[in-house]
């Protein structure tokens, strides 16, 4: 489950985030959020996913909360 007091370091503000690998339950760099929604999360320079960019319409949130519910290490969270 995504650890809101160990969020990436390169996460913007909002709702959504990833978790810091240095989290026992942090990002993996699976690549799947960022492959597959690149209009939001990004890898850091050691493959390990942030938000840069929070979603705003419906299908982006959507988008991104699809993300949230395949991630295999459960580190992305949505305080939203």
Known sequence: MANR???HPQNV???????SPDDADGCTACRLC???APEFFAADSE???????Q?????EISLCQ?????CPSQSIGNDG
């Open 5 to 7: 007091d160990m969020k």
């Open 66 to 70: 699809e993300q949230t519910d395949v």
């Open 47 to 53: 493959g390990y996913a942030y938000v840069f960019n």
């Open 13 to 19: 503000s909002g709702s959504y985030y990833c978790t």
């Open 34 to 36: 960022y492959d597959a």
């Open 55 to 59: 979603p705003v319409t419906e299908d």
